[in-house]
């Protein structure tokens, strides 16, 4: 899900086109106003501009279909998980990352990612793992990643979650929900560079032939270089990306 561009105004999440799903009056508001919230924020591409992502409490009270008084608990909840923070005379703010937090959080998801293919060769279907090309069918020499950014970052970003659920740990499935908000979001600011787009289909096809084989060394080493790729293109270039 992409956000508008900001103008003047800053963006929040009623002008956001999110999948809410209105709350049952017999539910814990409070809770499923948090998973509602949570859920709502992690589709969100907070890297998408320099500018910060705003929430509007008396809009989402209306979206969500309750009082704000769950939604300020919601939130609260929220602000101790670290997804927004309150900032005075402002509002609520969905907090963004450093560039070094950035750089730590992809080097934990490569460490993740990497088990996860180190599962996936001992235990997944053949066609499970076969079915991992079906995300790059569409590109190839004839139709390059870079001529189609957006159609190829969503590709990315949906291989990437695959593998983790591919292993059926839901432990790693956990732990990168954490991250994938952040992940995500530099992911898709990166993907659009030319150095990196031209790298980034052979290195999954890679990936998926090591899976392919059950060779779990390779495709351990394969899925964390992968990533640990986008650690260092960050660390190098985190500034550049919202010029």
């Not at 999110?18 to 499923?32: D, L, M, Q, T, Y």
């Not at 509602?36 to 910060?52: F, G, H, Q, R, V």
């Not at 180190?118 to 990643?145: E, M, N, S, V, Y």
């Amino acid at each position: 899900m992409s956000l508008r561009k900001p103008t003047k105004a800053l963006p929040n999440m009623a002008e956001a086109d999110i999948a809410i799903v209105r709350i049952a009056p017999e539910s814990s508001f409070k809770n499923k106003a948090y998973d509602a919230l949570k859920e709502a924020i992690l589709k969100m591409d907070i890297y998408s501009t320099p500018e910060p992502v705003m929430l509007d409490e008396r809009a989402l009270s209306e979206r969500l279909g309750v009082s704000r008084t769950p939604i300020r608990e919601a939130i609260a909840m929220l602000e101790q998980d670290g997804f927004v923070k309150t900032v005075p005379r402002r509002g609520i703010m969905v907090v963004r990352r450093t560039k070094s937090e950035i750089v730590d959080m992809i080097r934990a998801w490569a460490a993740l990612e990497s088990m996860a293919a180190r599962l996936i060769t001992t235990t997944a279907r053949k066609k499970d793992i076969t079915a991992l090309r079906d995300f790059f069918k569409d590109f190839g020499k004839d139709r390059l990643p870079e001529d189609h950014v957006e159609e190829y970052s969503r590709a990315n970003i949906a291989f990437h979650q695959a593998l983790i659920s591919l292993s059926e740990s839901p432990v790693l499935v956990d732990l990168t929900n954490d991250l994938l908000l952040h992940v995500r979001g530099y992911r898709q600011l990166t993907i659009g560079r030319k150095d990196r787009t031209a790298t980034s289909l052979p290195e999954h096809l890679g990936i998926i032939e090591a899976l392919e084989a059950r060779d779990t060394e390779l495709a351990e080493k394969r899925a964390r270089d992968h990533t640990l790729g986008l650690a260092a293109y960050v660390e190098a270039h985190g500034q550049e990306l919202f010029t």
